[in-house]
Protein backbone atom coordinates (compact mmCIF):
# COMPACT_ATOMS: atom_id res chain seq x y z
CA UNK A 1 0.00 0.00 0.00
CA UNK A 2 1.11 3.67 -0.99
CA UNK A 3 0.10 5.98 0.74
CA UNK A 4 -0.67 9.22 -1.28
CA UNK A 5 -0.70 12.67 0.49
CA UNK A 6 -3.64 14.93 -0.21
CA UNK A 7 -3.90 18.58 0.88
CA UNK A 8 -5.68 18.84 3.92
CA UNK A 9 -8.92 20.14 3.96
CA UNK A 10 -10.18 21.91 7.54
CA UNK A 11 -13.46 20.80 8.86
CA UNK A 12 -15.66 22.42 11.27
CA UNK A 13 -14.31 20.55 14.02
CA UNK A 14 -11.06 21.81 12.97
CA UNK A 15 -12.17 25.44 12.59
CA UNK A 16 -14.06 24.91 16.05
CA UNK A 17 -10.95 23.96 18.65
CA UNK A 18 -8.82 26.63 16.58
CA UNK A 19 -11.12 29.12 18.09
CA UNK A 20 -10.74 27.32 21.35
CA UNK A 21 -7.41 27.79 20.78
CA UNK A 22 -5.72 31.40 19.73
CA UNK A 23 -2.80 30.47 18.30
CA UNK A 24 -1.00 33.99 17.47
CA UNK A 25 -0.23 34.84 13.92
CA UNK A 26 2.37 37.19 14.10
CA UNK A 27 0.69 40.17 12.49
CA UNK A 28 3.58 42.35 13.33
CA UNK A 29 5.57 40.74 11.05
CA UNK A 30 7.54 42.64 8.38
CA UNK A 31 6.52 41.24 4.84
CA UNK A 32 9.60 40.33 2.84
CA UNK A 33 10.31 42.90 0.18
CA UNK A 34 9.43 39.83 -2.35
CA UNK A 35 8.65 36.23 -1.72
CA UNK A 36 11.48 34.60 -0.22
CA UNK A 37 12.48 30.86 -1.42
CA UNK A 38 13.15 29.70 2.08
CA UNK A 39 15.49 26.23 1.80
CA UNK A 40 14.32 23.31 5.05
CA UNK A 41 16.94 20.54 6.09
CA UNK A 42 14.90 17.12 7.46
CA UNK A 43 16.99 14.85 9.23
CA UNK A 44 14.28 13.08 11.39
CA UNK A 45 11.95 11.87 8.66
CA UNK A 46 9.43 15.17 9.55
CA UNK A 47 8.84 15.82 6.07
CA UNK A 48 6.86 12.71 6.15
CA UNK A 49 4.78 14.36 8.79
CA UNK A 50 4.89 18.28 7.79
CA UNK A 51 5.44 18.82 4.43
CA UNK A 52 1.92 19.14 3.72
CA UNK A 53 1.61 22.01 6.13
CA UNK A 54 4.66 23.82 4.60
CA UNK A 55 3.10 23.70 1.05
CA UNK A 56 -0.08 25.20 2.21
CA UNK A 57 1.69 27.97 3.33
CA UNK A 58 3.48 28.79 0.49
CA UNK A 59 -0.72 28.24 -1.53
CA UNK A 60 -1.96 30.73 0.89
CA UNK A 61 0.90 33.23 1.26
CA UNK A 62 2.56 33.18 -1.76
CA UNK A 63 3.30 37.01 -1.36
CA UNK A 64 5.87 35.68 1.25
CA UNK A 65 7.14 32.73 0.30
CA UNK A 66 7.69 31.93 -3.52
CA UNK A 67 8.55 27.90 -2.49
CA UNK A 68 10.22 25.71 -0.10
CA UNK A 69 13.40 24.22 -0.92
CA UNK A 70 13.49 20.52 1.19
CA UNK A 71 16.58 18.48 1.59
CA UNK A 72 17.37 15.37 3.70
CA UNK A 73 20.38 14.43 5.64
CA UNK A 74 21.50 11.99 8.21
CA UNK A 75 21.48 13.87 11.91
CA UNK A 76 24.42 13.18 12.98
CA UNK A 77 26.46 14.77 9.74
CA UNK A 78 24.09 17.96 9.66
CA UNK A 79 25.84 20.04 12.61
CA UNK A 80 29.09 20.25 11.23
CA UNK A 81 28.09 20.76 7.87
CA UNK A 82 26.25 23.77 9.28
CA UNK A 83 28.83 24.99 11.20
CA UNK A 84 31.50 25.10 8.28
CA UNK A 85 28.62 27.37 6.31
CA UNK A 86 28.51 29.33 9.72
CA UNK A 87 32.04 29.68 9.86
CA UNK A 88 32.52 30.67 5.89
CA UNK A 89 30.10 33.75 6.93
CA UNK A 90 27.23 31.71 4.33
CA UNK A 91 24.46 29.90 5.97
CA UNK A 92 22.23 28.20 3.04
CA UNK A 93 20.04 26.19 5.73
CA UNK A 94 16.99 28.54 6.42
CA UNK A 95 15.01 26.00 8.66
CA UNK A 96 16.11 22.80 10.03
CA UNK A 97 13.54 19.74 11.31
CA UNK A 98 15.31 17.63 13.79
CA UNK A 99 14.75 15.16 16.73
CA UNK A 100 16.51 15.25 20.18
CA UNK A 101 19.82 14.18 18.10
CA UNK A 102 20.76 16.89 15.98
CA UNK A 103 18.72 19.50 18.39
CA UNK A 104 21.42 18.28 20.98
CA UNK A 105 24.30 18.66 18.70
CA UNK A 106 23.11 22.02 17.69
CA UNK A 107 22.83 23.48 21.34
CA UNK A 108 26.02 21.61 22.56
CA UNK A 109 27.93 23.34 19.59
CA UNK A 110 26.29 26.71 19.89
CA UNK A 111 24.29 26.41 16.37
CA UNK A 112 20.77 27.68 16.83
CA UNK A 113 19.28 30.79 16.87
CA UNK A 114 17.92 31.49 20.43
CA UNK A 115 14.46 32.75 20.07
CA UNK A 116 13.73 34.22 23.05
CA UNK A 117 13.89 37.33 21.63
CA UNK A 118 11.17 36.60 19.27
CA UNK A 119 8.75 35.15 22.36
CA UNK A 120 6.35 37.65 21.88
CA UNK A 121 5.53 36.88 18.06
CA UNK A 122 5.55 33.02 18.93
CA UNK A 123 2.09 31.38 20.25
CA UNK A 124 2.11 30.94 24.15
CA UNK A 125 3.80 27.04 23.80
CA UNK A 126 2.10 26.07 27.65
CA UNK A 127 -1.83 27.01 26.13
CA UNK A 128 -1.56 25.43 23.09
CA UNK A 129 0.83 22.27 23.42
CA UNK A 130 0.08 18.86 25.00
CA UNK A 131 1.31 18.74 28.40
CA UNK A 132 4.20 16.26 27.47
CA UNK A 133 4.82 18.19 24.13
CA UNK A 134 4.91 21.01 26.42
CA UNK A 135 7.67 19.17 28.53
CA UNK A 136 9.62 18.64 25.46
CA UNK A 137 9.68 22.07 24.64
CA UNK A 138 11.49 22.88 27.34
CA UNK A 139 14.63 20.48 26.03
CA UNK A 140 14.69 22.92 23.37
CA UNK A 141 16.48 26.05 25.75
CA UNK A 142 14.51 28.93 23.63
CA UNK A 143 16.40 27.50 20.59
CA UNK A 144 14.18 25.66 18.84
CA UNK A 145 9.38 25.01 18.29
CA UNK A 146 8.42 21.82 18.96
CA UNK A 147 5.83 21.07 15.79
CA UNK A 148 5.24 17.24 15.99
CA UNK A 149 4.96 15.02 19.28
CA UNK A 150 4.60 11.12 20.09
CA UNK A 151 5.48 9.09 22.87
CA UNK A 152 7.50 6.89 21.19
CA UNK A 153 8.52 3.78 23.00
CA UNK A 154 10.58 1.43 23.45
CA UNK A 155 9.11 -1.47 21.97
CA UNK A 156 9.85 -4.66 20.25
CA UNK A 157 8.24 -5.56 16.81
CA UNK A 158 8.50 -9.19 15.81
CA UNK A 159 6.67 -11.70 13.34
CA UNK A 160 4.70 -14.23 15.22
CA UNK A 161 5.10 -16.76 12.69
CA UNK A 162 8.84 -16.36 13.79
CA UNK A 163 8.52 -15.36 17.25
CA UNK A 164 5.64 -17.88 19.00
CA UNK A 165 6.43 -16.55 22.60
CA UNK A 166 7.93 -13.05 22.67
CA UNK A 167 10.46 -11.57 25.19
CA UNK A 168 8.36 -9.84 28.01
CA UNK A 169 11.11 -8.70 29.30
CA UNK A 170 14.53 -7.21 29.05
CA UNK A 171 16.12 -10.34 30.47
CA UNK A 172 14.51 -12.28 28.21
CA UNK A 173 15.15 -10.41 25.39
CA UNK A 174 19.03 -11.19 26.10
CA UNK A 175 17.97 -14.77 26.33
CA UNK A 176 16.27 -14.78 23.23
CA UNK A 177 18.86 -12.89 21.82
CA UNK A 178 22.15 -15.61 22.86
CA UNK A 179 19.41 -18.43 21.79
CA UNK A 180 18.64 -16.78 18.25
CA UNK A 181 22.20 -15.04 17.51
CA UNK A 182 21.75 -12.71 14.47
CA UNK A 183 17.95 -12.43 14.67
CA UNK A 184 17.92 -9.31 16.38
CA UNK A 185 18.80 -5.68 15.78
CA UNK A 186 18.58 -1.82 16.29
CA UNK A 187 20.00 0.94 15.01
CA UNK A 188 23.12 3.22 15.86
CA UNK A 189 20.81 5.63 18.77
CA UNK A 190 22.71 8.74 17.18
CA UNK A 191 20.78 8.43 14.14
CA UNK A 192 17.22 6.65 15.06
CA UNK A 193 14.68 7.19 16.86
CA UNK A 194 13.76 4.02 18.10
CA UNK A 195 17.53 3.04 18.62
CA UNK A 196 17.48 6.37 20.88
CA UNK A 197 13.99 5.13 22.92
CA UNK A 198 15.49 2.21 23.40
CA UNK A 199 18.85 3.68 24.55
CA UNK A 200 16.80 6.04 27.12
CA UNK A 201 14.31 3.36 28.16
CA UNK A 202 16.82 0.49 28.99
CA UNK A 203 17.40 2.42 32.83
CA UNK A 204 13.69 1.92 33.42
CA UNK A 205 13.62 -1.36 32.23
CA UNK A 206 16.49 -2.28 34.22
CA UNK A 207 15.77 -0.07 36.96
CA UNK A 208 19.33 1.33 36.87
CA UNK A 209 20.37 3.68 39.58
CA UNK A 210 19.60 6.97 37.73
CA UNK A 211 17.73 6.46 33.95
CA UNK A 212 18.76 10.48 34.30
CA UNK A 213 22.94 10.28 34.27
CA UNK A 214 24.18 7.94 31.74
CA UNK A 215 27.59 8.50 32.38
CA UNK A 216 27.43 7.70 36.37
CA UNK A 217 23.78 5.83 36.42
CA UNK A 218 23.52 3.30 33.77
CA UNK A 219 25.93 1.27 34.72
CA UNK A 220 23.14 -2.10 34.01
CA UNK A 221 22.48 -0.57 31.00
CA UNK A 222 25.74 -0.45 29.45
CA UNK A 223 26.53 -3.73 30.54
CA UNK A 224 23.41 -4.90 29.23
CA UNK A 225 23.59 -3.51 26.35
CA UNK A 226 27.56 -4.96 25.57
CA UNK A 227 26.13 -8.68 26.67
CA UNK A 228 23.21 -7.66 23.74
CA UNK A 229 25.71 -6.82 21.52
CA UNK A 230 27.65 -9.85 21.22
CA UNK A 231 24.80 -11.65 19.60
CA UNK A 232 23.92 -8.94 17.08
CA UNK A 233 25.48 -8.92 13.77
CA UNK A 234 26.10 -5.19 13.39
CA UNK A 235 24.13 -1.68 13.56
CA UNK A 236 22.96 -0.32 11.34
CA UNK A 237 23.08 3.67 10.61
CA UNK A 238 18.88 4.35 10.25
CA UNK A 239 15.95 2.81 11.40
CA UNK A 240 14.77 2.35 7.31
CA UNK A 241 17.30 -0.37 7.13
CA UNK A 242 15.67 -2.10 10.42
CA UNK A 243 12.39 -2.64 9.03
CA UNK A 244 13.48 -3.85 5.36
CA UNK A 245 15.36 -6.66 7.56
CA UNK A 246 12.25 -7.63 9.01
CA UNK A 247 9.91 -7.05 6.10
CA UNK A 248 12.51 -9.55 4.17
CA UNK A 249 12.88 -12.11 7.24
CA UNK A 250 16.80 -11.18 7.36
CA UNK A 251 15.79 -10.29 11.63
CA UNK A 252 12.92 -11.93 13.64
CA UNK A 253 12.68 -9.07 16.37
CA UNK A 254 13.90 -5.55 16.15
CA UNK A 255 13.13 -2.21 18.53
CA UNK A 256 10.48 -0.29 17.33
CA UNK A 257 7.80 2.71 18.47
CA UNK A 258 4.42 3.32 17.61
CA UNK A 259 5.03 5.47 14.44
CA UNK A 260 7.95 2.87 13.10
CA UNK A 261 5.42 0.05 13.87
CA UNK A 262 2.15 1.20 11.97
CA UNK A 263 3.91 3.36 9.22
CA UNK A 264 5.91 0.73 7.93
CA UNK A 265 2.98 -1.87 7.93
CA UNK A 266 0.91 0.74 6.02
CA UNK A 267 3.62 1.39 3.26
CA UNK A 268 3.96 -2.19 2.77
CA UNK A 269 7.60 -2.63 4.11
CA UNK A 270 6.90 -4.66 6.86
CA UNK A 271 3.98 -7.57 6.76
CA UNK A 272 0.34 -5.99 8.16
CA UNK A 273 0.40 -9.41 10.65
CA UNK A 274 3.88 -8.22 12.73
CA UNK A 275 3.43 -7.29 16.65
CA UNK A 276 4.50 -5.31 19.03
CA UNK A 277 5.19 -5.52 22.84
CA UNK A 278 6.29 -4.06 26.11
CA UNK A 279 8.48 -5.25 28.14
CA UNK A 280 8.15 -5.51 32.15
CA UNK A 281 8.79 -2.35 33.75
CA UNK A 282 7.81 -0.24 30.33
CA UNK A 283 8.23 3.45 30.71
CA UNK A 284 7.40 5.84 27.67
CA UNK A 285 10.26 7.90 26.70
CA UNK A 286 8.60 10.41 24.70
CA UNK A 287 9.85 11.91 21.45
CA UNK A 288 9.24 15.61 19.10
CA UNK A 289 10.20 17.04 16.54
CA UNK A 290 11.30 20.76 16.30
CA UNK A 291 12.08 23.41 14.02
CA UNK A 292 15.51 25.40 14.59
CA UNK A 293 16.65 28.48 12.58
CA UNK A 294 20.46 27.81 12.22
CA UNK A 295 22.16 31.51 13.21
CA UNK A 296 23.06 33.26 10.21
CA UNK A 297 19.76 33.63 8.33
CA UNK A 298 19.10 37.04 7.63
CA UNK A 299 16.97 38.84 9.70
CA UNK A 300 14.13 38.95 6.63
CA UNK A 301 13.91 35.62 6.38
CA UNK A 302 13.85 34.94 9.97
CA UNK A 303 10.72 37.41 10.23
CA UNK A 304 9.09 35.24 7.07
CA UNK A 305 10.42 31.67 9.48
CA UNK A 306 8.56 32.85 12.74
CA UNK A 307 5.22 33.25 10.56
CA UNK A 308 5.63 29.57 9.48
CA UNK A 309 6.03 28.28 12.89
CA UNK A 310 2.79 30.12 13.82
CA UNK A 311 1.16 28.46 10.67
CA UNK A 312 2.15 24.99 11.45
CA UNK A 313 1.24 25.17 15.01
CA UNK A 314 -2.72 25.78 13.83
CA UNK A 315 -4.67 23.10 14.75
CA UNK A 316 -5.86 22.67 10.98
CA UNK A 317 -2.35 22.27 10.15
CA UNK A 318 -1.10 19.90 13.09
CA UNK A 319 -4.17 17.52 11.54
CA UNK A 320 -1.99 16.48 8.61
CA UNK A 321 0.87 15.23 11.30
CA UNK A 322 -1.19 12.04 11.61
CA UNK A 323 0.03 11.28 8.11
CA UNK A 324 0.39 7.26 7.70
CA UNK A 325 1.07 6.74 11.29
CA UNK A 326 5.09 7.57 11.44
CA UNK A 327 4.54 9.91 14.01
CA UNK A 328 1.71 8.28 15.81
CA UNK A 329 -0.21 10.44 16.81
CA UNK A 330 1.76 12.94 15.85
CA UNK A 331 0.18 16.27 16.63
CA UNK A 332 1.96 18.44 18.99
CA UNK A 333 -0.94 20.96 20.03
CA UNK A 334 -3.85 19.96 21.89
CA UNK A 335 -7.09 18.46 21.20
CA UNK A 336 -6.30 17.85 17.45
CA UNK A 337 -8.29 14.25 17.23
CA UNK A 338 -7.79 11.93 14.43
CA UNK A 339 -11.12 12.94 12.93
CA UNK A 340 -9.96 15.90 11.97
CA UNK A 341 -7.21 14.46 9.82
CA UNK A 342 -6.97 13.75 6.12
CA UNK A 343 -9.47 10.70 5.34
CA UNK A 344 -6.70 8.89 3.94
CA UNK A 345 -5.14 9.24 7.39
CA UNK A 346 -7.80 7.81 9.36
CA UNK A 347 -8.21 5.18 6.64
CA UNK A 348 -5.01 4.30 7.57
CA UNK A 349 -4.68 4.51 11.25
CA UNK A 350 -7.80 2.54 11.26
CA UNK A 351 -6.54 -0.31 9.20
CA UNK A 352 -2.66 -0.37 10.94
CA UNK A 353 -3.27 1.47 14.03
CA UNK A 354 -3.54 -1.05 17.06
CA UNK A 355 -6.15 -0.80 20.22
CA UNK A 356 -4.00 -1.66 22.83
CA UNK A 357 -1.40 1.72 22.42
CA UNK A 358 -4.49 3.66 23.82
CA UNK A 359 -4.55 1.64 27.25
CA UNK A 360 -0.73 1.45 27.12
CA UNK A 361 -0.49 5.26 26.76
CA UNK A 362 -2.86 6.48 29.47
CA UNK A 363 -1.30 3.39 31.83
CA UNK A 364 2.24 3.52 31.69
CA UNK A 365 4.95 6.28 32.77
CA UNK A 366 5.87 8.76 30.26
CA UNK A 367 9.09 10.55 30.78
CA UNK A 368 11.17 13.41 28.49
CA UNK A 369 14.29 12.13 26.86
CA UNK A 370 17.98 13.38 27.75
CA UNK A 371 18.82 16.98 28.88
CA UNK A 372 20.64 17.66 25.67
CA UNK A 373 24.20 17.57 27.13
CA UNK A 374 23.29 14.14 28.99
CA UNK A 375 22.00 12.73 25.49
CA UNK A 376 25.24 14.00 23.63
CA UNK A 377 27.17 12.28 26.26
CA UNK A 378 24.93 8.96 26.03
CA UNK A 379 25.40 8.89 22.10
CA UNK A 380 29.30 8.62 22.98
CA UNK A 381 29.73 6.36 25.29
CA UNK A 382 27.22 4.11 22.81
CA UNK A 383 29.64 4.90 20.14
CA UNK A 384 32.61 4.22 21.97
CA UNK A 385 31.61 1.15 24.03
CA UNK A 386 29.01 -0.31 22.32
CA UNK A 387 28.72 0.59 18.56
CA UNK A 388 32.89 0.58 17.92
CA UNK A 389 32.59 -3.31 18.70
CA UNK A 390 30.98 -3.75 15.37
CA UNK A 391 33.28 -2.07 13.64
Known amino acids: M ?4 RT ?3 TAASAAVAAMLPVKVWAQAKKPASPVTITIADVAGNLALTQGMFEAYASEKSDWVSKFAFTKAPAPELPGKIKAQQAAGKVDIDLVLTGTDALSAGLDQGLWLDLSAHKAALPDFEKILQPQAFKMQALAKDQGVVITYYPSGPLIEYMPDKVANPPKSAPELLEWAKANKNRFIYARPANSGPGRTFLMGLP ?15 AKTWEYLAALGEHIEYYPTGTGQVMKELGEGTR ?12 PRALGIVPAEAKVQKLEGFHWVTDAHYA ?3 KGVSDEKIAVLIDVLNYILQPK ?18 DVTIDMAPQESQDTIKEFGRPEYADWIANN ?23 SKKG
Request: hydrophobic share 40%; glycine share 8%.
Open 252 to 263: DIVVSTTGWDIN
Open 204 to 218: YLLKDSDPRDPVNGW
Open 317 to 334: QQAIAYDAGYFYPGPAVK
Open 2 to 5: KFTR
Open 8 to 10: FVG
Open 292 to 294: VIP
Open 365 to 387: PLEVPLEPKQLVEAFRIWDEKIG
